[in-house]
């Protein structure tokens, strides 16, 4: 079965991908529906995508590298009762 549509896959029409099954034509980047091709593609949670597409959805998501770093930077000012 094809992982995208659920249906069959016969081996001519066909190719696997993470160890799934995928018509050439379902295999294809969820964001921008380019075509995908087995040494350029992300598969993340049975979603496929473009390895540029990829990076930009999930790089700020993903880590803390990106954004967050900058925001949470604050000094810590010690308060002086005295
Ligand atoms: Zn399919
Ligand atoms: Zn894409």
Same mark, same amino acid.
């Not at 998501?61 to 900058?70: A, H, I, L, R, S």
């Given at each position: 079965?094809?992982?995208? =549509?659920?249906?069959?896959?016969?081996?001519?029409?066909?190719?696997?991908? +993470?160890?799934?099954?995928? %018509?050439?034509? =379902?295999?294809?980047?969820? #964001?921008?529906?380019?075509?995908?091709?087995?040494?350029?593609?992300?598969?993340? %949670?049975? %979603?496929?995508?473009? *390895?540029? #597409?990829?990076? *930009?959805?999930?790089?700020?998501?993903?880590?803390?590298? +990106?954004?967050?770093? *900058?925001?949470? *930077?604050?000094?810590?000012?010690?308060? %002086?009762?005295?």
């Amino acid at each position: 079965m094809c992982a995208v =549509c659920k249906k069959r896959v016969y081996p001519m029409e066909g190719l696997i991908a +993470d160890k799934k099954k995928f %018509h050439k034509s =379902c295999f294809l980047c969820e #964001h921008c529906k380019n075509k995908l091709s087995l040494g350029n593609f992300v598969s993340l %949670h049975g %979603h496929l995508y473009c *390895q540029p #597409h990829y990076k *930009q959805l999930f790089k700020s998501k993903g880590n803390f590298e +990106d954004g967050f770093v *900058q925001g949470s *930077q604050r000094e810590l000012l010690a308060t %002086h009762t005295a």
